[in-house]
T-cell receptor
Framework: GAGVSQTPSNKVTEKGKYVELRCDPISGHTALYWYRQSLGQGPEFLIYFQGTGAADDSGLPNDRFFAVRPEGSVSTLKIQRTERGDSAVYLC????????????FGEGSRLTVL | GENVEQHPSTLSVQEGDSAVIKCTYSDSASNYFPWYKQELGKRPQLIIDIRSNVGEKKDQRIAVTLNKTAKHFSLHITETQPEDSAVYFCAASKSGGSYIPTFGRGTSLIVHP
């Protein structure tokens, strides 16, 4: 596709469950970002990939959060033992090389933890 | 790390009026300042950006100004239209190494017809 694709668009889960959110970036974009957006807030940085490696994971809130990008394209954000406070829209973005340029965002995955 | 403050949180104007949104940043090394527009339920999209080597940039009804000394930058929208209604986010980042934009909390702009 032409844009960043995220699945699922909506995910409702119970407290304590495991969740995976998928991001398919624009073809050729080497940089990939995960952000979290709570209602009424700006996007909050979680993790940044340059190629296959996590160049910066300083935004991950705790060790329940983990993300991978094994082949340098699709990325999966994994959340273990979900808590109600994890409820938010998880945004993925990609860019070319990741050097001061436009970020192209996906539509987001809305996670609701009951 | 970088901290970006954005004001106001909500801005209500009449169609045809101008709108100004202001942001400040903390890291003097930041040199790239994009603005994103997010319509309700949609993805954020870049509308304009400015780099630290210029003080102002215009694109039709939209302009951004940057004051590096004061570490603040502003978005100006002239002749507002109802379709300008959205949430606007400013961001700051620096080149070199990992480029990770830090976003402000957003401004909800409402343009009344």
């Amino acid at each position: 596709g032409a844009g960043v694709s995220q699945t699922p668009s909506n995910k409702v889960t119970e407290k304590g469950k495991y969740v995976e959110l998928r991001c398919d970036p624009i073809s050729g974009h080497t940089a990939l970002y995960w952000y979290r957006q709570s209602l009424g807030q700006g996007p909050e940085f979680l993790i940044y990939f340059q190629g296959t490696g996590a160049a910066d994971d300083s935004g991950l809130p705790n060790d329940r959060f983990f993300a991978v990008r094994p082949e340098g394209s699709v990325s999966t954000l994994k959340i273990q033992r979900t808590e109600r406070g994890d409820s938010a829209v998880y945004l993925c973005a990609s860019s070319f090389e990741g050097h001061t340029g436009e970020l192209f965002f996906g539509e987001g995955s809305r996670l609701t933890v009951l | 790390g970088e901290n970006v403050e954005q004001h106001p949180s909500t801005l209500s104007v009449q169609e045809g009026d101008s709108a100004v949104i202001k942001c400040t940043y903390s890291d003097s090394a930041s040199n790239y300042f994009p603005w994103y527009k997010q319509e309700l339920g949609k993805r954020p999209q870049l509308i304009i950006d400015i780099r630290s080597n210029v003080g102002e940039k215009k694109d039709q009804r939209i302009a951004v100004t940057l004051n590096k000394t004061a570490k603040h930058f502003s978005l100006h929208i002239t002749e507002t239209q109802p379709e300008d209604s959205a949430v606007y986010f400013c961001a700051a980042s620096k080149s070199g190494g990992s480029y990770i934009p830090t976003f402000g909390r957003g401004t909800s702009l409402i343009v009344h017809p």
